[in-house]
């Protein structure tokens, strides 16, 4: 096989999938658990602030875990971790229950994207990285189209509880796949010379891991945490919220959310795809990587602005279709982000760098959280939160652009190839 690297591609894909549909199945039973156990907005925003908060600790120290023992092991224990989370909550009876339900997998989810993007820095040249990682990150749509469809299946023949027990169990198929499968390029046996010599391609790298410290004396980095600051809490808001609108807005029941969110995330899917795709093809074509990569991330950022309207549109089909272009921009917008890091920094440092990035995306996940459920107490309106979410993008490029305007590769005393 020549290209057995599209193989990894798919198995992250997977990991993405499974991640996802562990994370949403509260928000497809929110309206559910809020009738059973008499949760408010703001005790249900508070589970998704437990997350947040979990999520963001992690990060803060999985990313320099994965660089430290590799990215098969490291991907290995998140999964374990956050698959028997997912299933714990299956068990619980109470809103403490599940705050520390949601707290541990929080903790176990905050290992995918860092060992997602340093699997493909080890498996793709920088030219098809983008496109590499927008295929991996639409399993975060293909999980988010799966979850509406399963678990009210699930929860109308079995109960609630059985979602949450179903979904946590698949992780240790996928657990025993990745363990047979995964090496890096140059250690696997099905990796030809030719495949090889392609993904080593690009002009050599003397591998060194960076510090927290040192990572935040480059610009470079705070161009990354910054943006994933400002536009990760728009995706939590849609994977979180979403399913709430539409029950609220437009008076749809558990049953019916299926369809109209498989359109919203199967948009996504084609905007996580196309968006790394786009900024990849203007590379080959003779751009430069920063042309390609903020050209993609211009497009992405001016469509998301429509969603404003979304709250006051009466249609469901045009509010599906105003957030579905909105998920899909997003997710362009995060593969070119992802792709930033594995730009600008040696591959013993990518995932340090993600781990970083990633927790600021969740702390201001944390903060959208409070946000929705106070503005949704105080107001009943959808109105704040589509607002933010509308205006997000376009701030985050401006501050790409100031901090990283050539997206210059870091000089950190080591050979960094341009």
Request: glycine content about 10%; proline content about 4%.
């Amino acid at each position: 096989m020549r290209r057995f690297r599209w193989v990894i591609c798919a198995m992250l894909l997977l990991g993405m999938t499974k991640n996802y549909m562990d994370r949403q199945v509260i928000g497809i039973l929110k309206t559910t658990l809020q009738q059973q156990f008499g949760w408010s907005e703001i005790d249900y925003g508070n589970l998704v602030a437990a997350f947040q908060a979990a999520y963001a600790l992690g990060l803060l120290l999985v990313g320099r875990a994965i660089d430290k023992v590799g990215t098969r092991i490291g991907y290995a224990l998140a999964m374990t971790v956050w698959s028997v989370a997912s299933i714990s909550q299956g068990f619980m009876s109470s809103l403490g229950g599940f705050l520390c339900g949601r707290f541990a997998l929080g903790l176990g989810e905050s290992g995918v994207f860092p060992a997602s993007v340093k699997a493909i820095a080890e498996w793709f040249p920088k030219k098809e990285r983008a496109l590499a990682m927008g295929i991996a990150n639409a399993g975060t749509n293909l999980g988010a189209i799966l979850t509406p469809l399963v678990v009210p299946w699930i929860t109308w023949h079995w109960g609630w509880r059985w979602a949450f027990y179903s979904i946590g169990s698949i992780g240790f198929l996928w657990l025993a796949l990745w363990l047979w499968i995964y090496r890096p390029a140059e250690q696997h046996r099905w990796c030809l010379p030719e495949e090889l010599a392609h993904i080593q391609s690009d002009p050599a790298e003397r591998e060194r891991g960076m510090s927290l410290v040192s990572l935040l004396a480059h610009r470079q980095a705070w161009a990354i945490v910054l943006a994933k600051f400002i536009t990760d809490p728009i995706w939590w808001f849609l994977l979180f919220w979403v399913p709430d609108f539409l029950q609220r807005t437009h008076g749809l029941s558990l049953l019916q959310l299926g369809p109209p969110i498989v359109v919203i995330y199967l948009m996504a899917d084609g905007g996580s795809v196309l968006g790394g795709w786009f900024s990849s093809w203007l590379i080959q074509r003779g751009k430069s990587v920063s042309f390609g990569r903020k050209a993609a991330m211009l497009v992405c950022a001016v469509s998301v602005v429509p969603v404003v309207y979304a709250p006051r549109v009466t249609s469901t089909a045009s509010a599906v279709l105003l957030i579905g272009l909105a998920a899909a921009a997003h997710q362009g917008f995060s593969a070119n982000i992802y792709t930033l890091s594995s730009d600008m920094f040696p591959k013993m440092a990518v995932a340090t760098v993600v781990g970083l990035a990633g927790m600021a995306g969740a702390v201001g996940g944390l903060i959208i959280a409070k946000v929705v459920s106070y503005a949704l107490q105080w107001t009943g309106s959808y109105a704040i939160p589509f607002f933010i979410a509308g205006s997000a993008y376009l701030i985050a490029l401006a501050l790409i652009q100031l901090l990283a305007p050539r997206l210059q590769a870091v000089d950190a005393g080591r050979r960094v190839g341009n």
